[in-house]
Protein backbone atom coordinates (compact mmCIF):
# COMPACT_ATOMS: atom_id res chain seq x y z
CA UNK A 1 0.00 0.00 0.00
CA UNK A 2 1.34 3.65 -0.62
CA UNK A 3 2.18 5.83 1.85
CA UNK A 4 -0.83 7.52 3.61
CA UNK A 5 1.47 11.31 3.40
CA UNK A 6 0.77 10.74 -0.37
CA UNK A 7 -2.95 11.46 0.08
CA UNK A 8 -2.64 14.34 2.48
CA UNK A 9 -3.34 17.46 1.42
CA UNK A 10 -0.84 20.11 1.11
CA UNK A 11 -0.99 23.31 3.42
CA UNK A 12 0.33 25.27 0.47
CA UNK A 13 -2.06 23.62 -2.29
CA UNK A 14 -4.93 24.99 0.50
CA UNK A 15 -3.08 28.67 0.57
CA UNK A 16 -3.02 28.80 -2.85
CA UNK A 17 -6.54 27.33 -3.47
CA UNK A 18 -7.92 29.95 -0.80
CA UNK A 19 -6.80 33.00 -2.14
CA UNK A 20 -7.89 31.93 -6.01
CA UNK A 21 -11.39 31.15 -4.58
CA UNK A 22 -11.22 35.04 -2.27
CA UNK A 23 -9.41 36.77 -5.77
CA UNK A 24 -12.79 35.30 -7.69
CA UNK A 25 -15.03 35.95 -4.54
CA UNK A 26 -13.71 39.67 -4.79
CA UNK A 27 -14.05 40.10 -8.96
CA UNK A 28 -17.48 38.97 -8.44
CA UNK A 29 -18.49 41.35 -5.45
CA UNK A 30 -16.64 44.03 -8.00
CA UNK A 31 -18.43 43.22 -11.00
CA UNK A 32 -22.22 43.16 -8.88
CA UNK A 33 -21.07 46.87 -7.64
CA UNK A 34 -20.19 48.01 -11.19
CA UNK A 35 -23.23 46.27 -12.60
CA UNK A 36 -25.32 47.97 -9.74
CA UNK A 37 -23.87 51.40 -10.76
CA UNK A 38 -25.39 50.30 -13.94
CA UNK A 39 -28.82 50.15 -12.56
CA UNK A 40 -28.75 52.90 -10.97
CA UNK A 41 -28.28 55.12 -13.90
CA UNK A 42 -30.95 53.25 -16.27
CA UNK A 43 -33.24 54.19 -13.53
CA UNK A 44 -32.49 57.81 -13.17
CA UNK A 45 -32.34 57.78 -17.39
CA UNK A 46 -35.70 56.24 -17.48
CA UNK A 47 -37.47 59.30 -15.12
CA UNK A 48 -35.26 62.18 -16.98
CA UNK A 49 -34.58 60.17 -20.18
CA UNK A 50 -37.91 62.65 -21.88
CA UNK A 51 -36.71 66.31 -20.53
CA UNK A 52 -33.02 65.06 -22.07
CA UNK A 53 -34.36 63.99 -25.51
CA UNK A 54 -36.93 66.66 -26.08
CA UNK A 55 -33.97 69.50 -25.30
CA UNK A 56 -31.60 67.83 -27.82
CA UNK A 57 -34.20 69.40 -30.42
CA UNK A 58 -35.04 72.29 -28.25
CA UNK A 59 -38.13 71.19 -26.58
CA UNK A 60 -39.57 71.11 -23.88
CA UNK A 61 -42.49 69.57 -22.04
CA UNK A 62 -43.16 72.90 -19.88
CA UNK A 63 -41.91 76.19 -20.09
CA UNK A 64 -38.08 76.06 -17.89
CA UNK A 65 -36.54 79.45 -18.93
CA UNK A 66 -37.09 82.81 -20.13
CA UNK A 67 -36.82 83.65 -23.97
CA UNK A 68 -36.48 87.45 -25.10
CA UNK A 69 -37.61 88.12 -28.67
CA UNK A 70 -35.21 89.47 -31.18
CA UNK A 71 -37.75 92.62 -31.07
CA UNK A 72 -37.15 93.72 -27.20
CA UNK A 73 -35.78 96.47 -26.87
CA UNK A 74 -31.88 97.25 -24.83
CA UNK A 75 -33.73 97.46 -21.47
CA UNK A 76 -34.30 93.72 -21.40
CA UNK A 77 -31.39 92.68 -23.98
CA UNK A 78 -29.57 93.76 -20.74
CA UNK A 79 -30.60 90.78 -19.01
CA UNK A 80 -27.43 88.89 -21.06
CA UNK A 81 -27.73 85.57 -22.63
CA UNK A 82 -29.20 82.82 -20.85
CA UNK A 83 -27.84 79.59 -20.81
CA UNK A 84 -29.07 76.79 -23.36
CA UNK A 85 -31.24 74.35 -21.68
CA UNK A 86 -29.97 71.30 -23.04
CA UNK A 87 -26.39 72.29 -21.29
CA UNK A 88 -28.13 72.96 -18.11
CA UNK A 89 -29.33 69.07 -18.11
CA UNK A 90 -26.56 67.49 -19.29
CA UNK A 91 -24.47 70.02 -16.71
CA UNK A 92 -26.57 68.57 -13.50
CA UNK A 93 -26.00 65.29 -14.94
CA UNK A 94 -22.70 65.73 -14.80
CA UNK A 95 -22.33 66.57 -11.73
CA UNK A 96 -24.78 63.95 -10.44
CA UNK A 97 -22.63 61.32 -11.91
CA UNK A 98 -19.42 63.29 -10.33
CA UNK A 99 -21.02 62.80 -6.98
CA UNK A 100 -21.87 59.10 -7.13
CA UNK A 101 -18.42 58.22 -8.58
CA UNK A 102 -16.55 60.61 -6.11
CA UNK A 103 -18.24 59.52 -3.12
CA UNK A 104 -19.05 56.08 -3.58
CA UNK A 105 -15.49 55.71 -4.47
CA UNK A 106 -14.13 58.56 -1.92
CA UNK A 107 -15.97 56.76 0.64
CA UNK A 108 -13.84 53.69 0.20
CA UNK A 109 -10.66 54.98 -0.11
CA UNK A 110 -11.31 57.11 3.04
CA UNK A 111 -12.64 53.93 5.25
CA UNK A 112 -9.27 52.17 3.81
CA UNK A 113 -7.08 55.12 5.22
CA UNK A 114 -8.77 55.19 8.55
CA UNK A 115 -7.82 51.11 8.82
CA UNK A 116 -4.03 52.55 8.80
CA UNK A 117 -5.09 54.16 12.51
CA UNK A 118 -4.80 51.79 14.84
CA UNK A 119 -7.98 53.23 16.68
CA UNK A 120 -10.18 52.78 14.04
CA UNK A 121 -8.28 49.49 12.50
CA UNK A 122 -9.52 47.63 16.25
CA UNK A 123 -13.22 49.55 15.89
CA UNK A 124 -13.22 48.62 11.95
CA UNK A 125 -13.81 44.88 12.61
CA UNK A 126 -17.14 45.27 12.98
CA UNK A 127 -18.70 45.42 9.75
CA UNK A 128 -21.80 47.98 11.15
CA UNK A 129 -18.92 50.00 12.53
CA UNK A 130 -17.47 49.79 9.08
CA UNK A 131 -20.62 50.25 7.24
CA UNK A 132 -21.80 53.12 9.20
CA UNK A 133 -18.59 54.97 8.52
CA UNK A 134 -18.18 54.40 4.96
CA UNK A 135 -21.80 55.74 4.85
CA UNK A 136 -20.56 58.84 6.91
CA UNK A 137 -17.73 59.46 4.42
CA UNK A 138 -20.26 59.09 1.61
CA UNK A 139 -22.22 62.00 2.72
CA UNK A 140 -19.90 64.44 3.71
CA UNK A 141 -18.22 63.68 0.34
CA UNK A 142 -21.31 64.10 -1.30
CA UNK A 143 -22.35 67.17 0.45
CA UNK A 144 -19.41 68.79 0.11
CA UNK A 145 -19.88 68.30 -3.92
CA UNK A 146 -23.00 69.77 -3.55
CA UNK A 147 -21.85 72.83 -2.07
CA UNK A 148 -19.20 73.58 -4.55
CA UNK A 149 -21.91 72.65 -7.29
CA UNK A 150 -24.30 75.21 -5.57
CA UNK A 151 -21.27 77.98 -5.26
CA UNK A 152 -20.27 77.43 -8.97
CA UNK A 153 -23.86 77.88 -10.35
CA UNK A 154 -25.05 80.29 -8.05
CA UNK A 155 -25.51 83.68 -9.96
CA UNK A 156 -25.78 82.03 -13.25
CA UNK A 157 -29.20 83.33 -14.65
CA UNK A 158 -30.16 85.29 -11.68
CA UNK A 159 -30.93 88.41 -13.27
CA UNK A 160 -33.64 86.20 -15.27
CA UNK A 161 -34.92 84.60 -12.66
CA UNK A 162 -35.18 88.14 -10.49
CA UNK A 163 -37.50 89.33 -13.12
CA UNK A 164 -40.12 86.72 -13.92
CA UNK A 165 -40.21 86.80 -9.97
CA UNK A 166 -43.50 87.42 -8.40
CA UNK A 167 -45.62 85.98 -5.15
CA UNK A 168 -49.12 85.71 -5.96
CA UNK A 169 -50.19 88.41 -8.59
CA UNK A 170 -48.38 88.67 -11.53
CA UNK A 171 -48.13 92.47 -12.20
CA UNK A 172 -46.08 92.45 -8.88
CA UNK A 173 -43.17 91.28 -10.64
CA UNK A 174 -40.23 93.14 -12.49
CA UNK A 175 -41.39 92.02 -15.94
CA UNK A 176 -44.60 92.98 -15.22
CA UNK A 177 -43.75 96.54 -14.23
CA UNK A 178 -41.14 97.09 -16.98
CA UNK A 179 -43.86 95.96 -19.51
CA UNK A 180 -45.88 98.81 -18.09
CA UNK A 181 -43.58 101.26 -18.84
CA UNK A 182 -42.37 99.97 -22.38
CA UNK A 183 -43.99 100.85 -26.03
CA UNK A 184 -43.57 97.20 -27.28
CA UNK A 185 -46.12 95.42 -29.16
CA UNK A 186 -49.35 93.69 -27.35
CA UNK A 187 -48.20 90.65 -28.75
CA UNK A 188 -44.73 90.82 -27.28
CA UNK A 189 -45.85 91.65 -24.41
CA UNK A 190 -48.39 88.92 -23.50
CA UNK A 191 -45.51 86.35 -24.96
CA UNK A 192 -43.17 87.79 -22.08
CA UNK A 193 -46.19 87.67 -19.41
CA UNK A 194 -47.49 83.70 -20.90
CA UNK A 195 -43.52 82.85 -19.64
CA UNK A 196 -44.03 84.70 -16.40
CA UNK A 197 -47.07 82.96 -15.59
CA UNK A 198 -45.71 79.26 -16.48
CA UNK A 199 -42.32 80.21 -14.94
CA UNK A 200 -44.16 80.79 -11.40
CA UNK A 201 -43.36 78.04 -8.95
CA UNK A 202 -45.71 76.34 -9.27
CA UNK A 203 -47.33 77.40 -12.83
CA UNK A 204 -49.89 79.94 -12.64
CA UNK A 205 -51.76 78.88 -15.23
CA UNK A 206 -54.89 81.26 -14.31
CA UNK A 207 -52.18 83.95 -15.52
CA UNK A 208 -50.61 82.58 -18.07
CA UNK A 209 -54.10 81.31 -20.10
CA UNK A 210 -55.25 84.65 -21.14
CA UNK A 211 -51.85 85.71 -22.80
CA UNK A 212 -51.17 82.48 -24.68
CA UNK A 213 -54.28 82.99 -25.90
CA UNK A 214 -53.94 86.79 -27.14
CA UNK A 215 -51.14 85.13 -28.73
CA UNK A 216 -53.23 82.91 -30.81
CA UNK A 217 -55.46 85.64 -32.02
CA UNK A 218 -52.60 87.52 -32.61
CA UNK A 219 -51.10 85.10 -34.46
CA UNK A 220 -54.12 84.62 -36.93
CA UNK A 221 -54.72 88.90 -37.41
CA UNK A 222 -51.75 90.80 -36.71
CA UNK A 223 -49.72 91.00 -40.24
CA UNK A 224 -46.37 91.28 -38.52
CA UNK A 225 -46.94 88.83 -35.74
CA UNK A 226 -43.87 86.96 -37.52
CA UNK A 227 -41.59 90.33 -37.24
CA UNK A 228 -41.89 89.64 -33.32
CA UNK A 229 -38.87 86.89 -33.38
CA UNK A 230 -40.69 84.77 -31.31
CA UNK A 231 -39.58 81.16 -30.71
CA UNK A 232 -41.66 78.66 -32.39
CA UNK A 233 -40.28 75.69 -29.81
CA UNK A 234 -41.75 77.58 -26.74
CA UNK A 235 -45.02 78.77 -28.84
CA UNK A 236 -45.52 74.82 -29.08
CA UNK A 237 -44.01 74.51 -25.50
CA UNK A 238 -46.47 76.72 -23.99
CA UNK A 239 -49.36 75.72 -25.71
CA UNK A 240 -49.18 71.75 -25.04
CA UNK A 241 -48.42 72.71 -21.40
CA UNK A 242 -51.59 74.56 -21.37
CA UNK A 243 -53.88 73.35 -23.71
CA UNK A 244 -52.42 70.15 -24.69
CA UNK A 245 -52.45 70.15 -27.94
CA UNK A 246 -50.58 72.48 -30.69
CA UNK A 247 -52.52 75.43 -31.94
CA UNK A 248 -51.05 77.69 -34.40
CA UNK A 249 -49.13 77.54 -37.63
CA UNK A 250 -46.02 78.64 -36.06
CA UNK A 251 -46.26 76.24 -33.42
CA UNK A 252 -46.97 73.72 -35.74
CA UNK A 253 -44.38 74.11 -37.74
CA UNK A 254 -41.74 72.36 -35.02
CA UNK A 255 -44.27 68.88 -35.85
CA UNK A 256 -40.99 67.17 -37.53
CA UNK A 257 -39.15 67.89 -34.45
CA UNK A 258 -41.25 66.51 -32.01
CA UNK A 259 -42.09 63.49 -34.08
CA UNK A 260 -38.18 62.71 -34.20
CA UNK A 261 -38.09 63.57 -30.42
CA UNK A 262 -40.59 61.23 -29.70
CA UNK A 263 -38.96 58.76 -31.90
CA UNK A 264 -35.91 58.71 -29.73
CA UNK A 265 -37.37 58.63 -26.57
CA UNK A 266 -39.55 55.62 -27.27
CA UNK A 267 -36.46 54.00 -28.69
CA UNK A 268 -34.21 55.09 -25.79
CA UNK A 269 -37.04 54.25 -22.96
CA UNK A 270 -37.15 50.32 -24.43
CA UNK A 271 -33.60 50.54 -24.20
CA UNK A 272 -33.11 51.83 -20.77
CA UNK A 273 -35.93 49.32 -19.68
CA UNK A 274 -33.94 46.21 -21.15
CA UNK A 275 -30.74 47.61 -19.17
CA UNK A 276 -32.72 48.22 -15.90
CA UNK A 277 -33.82 44.70 -16.30
CA UNK A 278 -30.89 42.91 -17.51
CA UNK A 279 -28.50 44.73 -14.45
CA UNK A 280 -30.93 43.92 -12.06
CA UNK A 281 -30.71 39.89 -12.96
CA UNK A 282 -26.75 40.29 -13.34
CA UNK A 283 -26.61 42.25 -9.90
CA UNK A 284 -28.46 39.49 -8.05
CA UNK A 285 -26.53 36.64 -9.93
CA UNK A 286 -23.14 37.89 -9.22
CA UNK A 287 -23.72 38.99 -5.71
CA UNK A 288 -25.27 35.18 -4.89
CA UNK A 289 -22.35 33.68 -6.72
CA UNK A 290 -19.78 36.22 -4.53
CA UNK A 291 -21.87 35.15 -1.59
CA UNK A 292 -21.65 31.37 -2.21
CA UNK A 293 -18.12 31.84 -2.97
CA UNK A 294 -17.43 33.73 0.54
CA UNK A 295 -19.32 30.74 1.94
CA UNK A 296 -17.09 28.24 0.60
CA UNK A 297 -14.29 29.97 1.81
CA UNK A 298 -15.03 29.95 5.49
CA UNK A 299 -16.23 26.58 5.78
CA UNK A 300 -12.50 25.62 4.09
CA UNK A 301 -10.78 28.03 6.62
CA UNK A 302 -12.63 26.24 9.28
CA UNK A 303 -11.73 22.69 8.62
CA UNK A 304 -8.12 23.95 8.22
CA UNK A 305 -8.32 25.14 11.39
Known amino acids: MPPLDEYAVNPQQLEAGLKTLKNRQRNLLLLSIASTVVLFVAVIGLFMQQA ?14 L ?4 SVNSDFASLGHQSDYFINLLSWFGWLFLKLFAAFFGAFIAVYLLRKIRFFYV ?32 GRNEEFQQVVHYDKNIQDSDMAR ?81 AQAELLNNALKWALLAVTV ?16 KSRTLRIQQRIV
Not at 67 to 70: D, F, I, T
Not at 129 to 146: E, H, P, Q, R
Not at 226 to 243: I, S, V
Open 278 to 293: LSALMSLILFALAHQL
Open 67 to 70: HLPS
Open 123 to 154: RFQSFVLKFVSWLIAFMLIWGSLTYVQYDWNS
Open 52 to 65: LVYSFFGLTMQVEQ
Open 178 to 258: YLAESDLPEPVKSYLLAQTALLHHPADRAAAIPYVQALIKAEKNDPQFLEYGFKPEQLWTMQNQLFQQTLTPMAKSVSTQV
